[in-house]
């Protein structure tokens, strides 16, 4: 694998993980100030704002790395240049377009949400916060074209400072929000849950920033390949952003599919619990679901997101040059490194699922539920992510529109069947059925188009399995040994006992690994030549 996706996937991934941690970290106080009734509020906010964020940007961010890598590939650094001046202005026109379009439609789209009068909050409240949201689309979409190109010169570390930057600003407006609006001007949390969701635009213009300081640092090594690159191609406008949208479209789906999972659920879950007469629980159930255990299962999905974002740039640029075997190497360590990483995370979380809820947010044995039969979900969001990555990396768009459409669509047939009849659980078991589809008929396209036939992946893969089966073993009876010494009684304790699984956990999966090699194999000669200082050296 190319050494430039190794450190892009790890800069991306470092921070994704990070700013992922602190946006499930700062949920702790956050939870304890507004309390767990108003929680749901807030992510009412944030389903159809990430859904109009999608179409904002249009996959920029990906879209544009991989237009800018093909033709720097080329040597063709101008045209890049003329994408990157007309695409501000564009970012910019769609930004504006959808702040107004969601600003205008948050009462109807609070009517689809508010089906019972024993809801917990009104259709007023629910538009109002979608109203305070919908700012963050005036600034977000100018900063995913500038990731974009820097990710098409295969510079990762822009894109993961300033979403870290716009994380850590985000969350202490919110939090500071909260405490002065709930604890010094003595409003209600509900007041606070407005000034919240509106620091996503504070954010952004903290993201911004960084990305200027970034542009200003490598404006002189880029205007040098610019001054060394022939004049731009004569592509028009047209032709260029009628290629750029071709891109686009499947970046869109990528990028909204699963916000478009969590829309569904909340334009049905409320009126299928309902009619099984659970109004007055729907809105804490949908919150848990929908934002409280999804933000945890998000942090697995992660790795797939951080290779994703590297992996484009990197394939497109090996199949413009028809390096096959390029492509296969990248695809193999690819496939691996993310269930490597992925699959001990999730069983984690399945394992201390009781544990990790009460610690990040309160004892609840309906949200530990909830998080135990979520968890798994994570291995398909990420495996999506991957190979939908890959299929744009090989022009196979069509292929992505039609599997992201698809899974939805079975998602849209069985929710409200199977949340009558399981409740929470159906509405995942729904979300897992559509992704399995969409997954499945990704990994058969990619088989065929690059005749992609890797045993070592499937062998690599049992090996995997049998480490995460011992290690399984290992945490489960910790945890079993901890509780029979003292049940958990508090946050402290909570945390006390998930830090001693997981170092049992990682130890005996570290161990395994490193001994065997399987890690060296993965991770390359670097940790080969550490190893070897301990005595693992294979």
């Keep these: ?189 509900r007041t606070a849950v407005n000034f919240a969701v509106f620091a996503a635009f504070i954010g952004a213009l903290a993201g911004l920033v960084v990305l200027y300081r970034y542009w200003m640092k490598y404006k002189p090594e880029i205007q040098q390949l610019y001054d060394a690159s022939p004049p731009a191609s004569e592509i028009t406008f047209v032709d260029m952003y009628k290629e750029v949208i071709g891109y686009t479209i499947p970046f869109v789906l990528v990028g909204v599919i699963n916000p478009l999972y969590q829309f569904v659920d909340m334009i049905t879950f409320n009126e299928a619990m309902g009619s099984i007469g659970l109004a007055k629980v729907s809105d804490e159930y949908l919150s848990m679901l929908n934002f409280l255990t999804h933000k945890i299962v998000m942090i697995p999905v992660m790795v797939a997101t951080g290779f994703s974002m590297a992996l484009i740039p990197v394939v497109t640029n090996y199949y413009t040059k028809k390096d096959q075997k390029g492509i296969n190497r990248s695809l193999d360590q690819t496939f691996q490194i993310m269930l490597y990483l992925t699959i001990p995370m999730v069983i ?105 036939r890797s045993k070592m ?25 901890l509780l029979a010494i003292s049940p958990v009684g508090g946050k402290f304790q909570a945390l006390l006992y998930i830090a001693i699984c997981a170092a049992v956990g990682a130890a005996i999966y570290g161990f395994l690994s490193l001994k065997t090699g399987l890690a060296q194999k993965l991770f390359g000669e670097r940790l080969t030549r550490f190893t070897k200082k301990f005595g693992f050296g294979r």
């Design 1 to 189: 694998m190319s050494s430039n996706l190794v450190k892009g996937t790890a800069i991306l991934t470092i921070g994704l993980f990070l700013s992922k941690a602190l946006g499930l970290l700062y949920v702790i106080p956050f939870y304890s100030i507004i309390g767990k009734e108003n929680v749901g509020l807030y992510q009412y906010a944030y389903i159809p704002y990430n859904l109009a964020l999608s179409i904002a940007i249009s996959g920029a961010p990906l879209a544009i790395s991989k237009y800018v890598s093909k033709y720097n590939a080329l040597g063709d650094y101008a045209t890049g240049k003329k994408l990157m001046k007309s695409g501000m202005l564009v970012m910019s026109v769609t930004g504006f377009l959808s702040f107004l379009i969601l600003y205008f439609l948050a009462e109807p789209i609070a009517g689809l949400v508010h089906k019972s009068e024993d809801q917990s909050f009104s259709i007023e409240e629910i538009a109002t916060v979608i109203r305070w949201v919908s700012y963050a689309l005036l600034a977000v979409p100018l900063m995913s074209i500038v990731r974009g190109y820097f990710q098409g010169f295969q510079k990762f570390e822009p894109t993961s400072v300033s979403q870290l930057v716009e994380q850590i600003i985000r969350i202490g407006v919110v939090l500071i929000g909260a405490y002065v609006v709930v604890d010094v001007l003595k409003l209600s949390p």
């Design 348 to 452: 984690g979380l399945m394992v201390l699922s009781n544990e990790t809820y009460q610690f990040l947010y309160e004892k609840d044995t309906v949200g530990a539920d909830v998080l135990f039969s979520y968890a798994p979900v994570a291995i398909l969001f990420g495996l999506f992510t991957v190979t939908a990555a890959i299929l744009q990396g090989i022009d196979k768009h069509k292929w992505i529109v039609f599997t992201s459409l698809l899974g939805l669509l079975f998602k849209l047939m069985l929710n409200i069947p199977l949340i009558k009849m399981f409740e929470t659980d159906g509405a995942i078991a729904a979300t897992a059925i559509g992704y399995i589809i969409a997954v499945g008929i990704n990994i058969v396209v990619i088989a065929k188009e690059l005749n992609y």
């Design 457 to 481: 992946v499937y062998r690599r893969l049992i090996l995997i399995s049998i480490f995460n089966l011992i290690m399984l073993i290992a945490v489960h009876l910790t945890l079993k040994g």
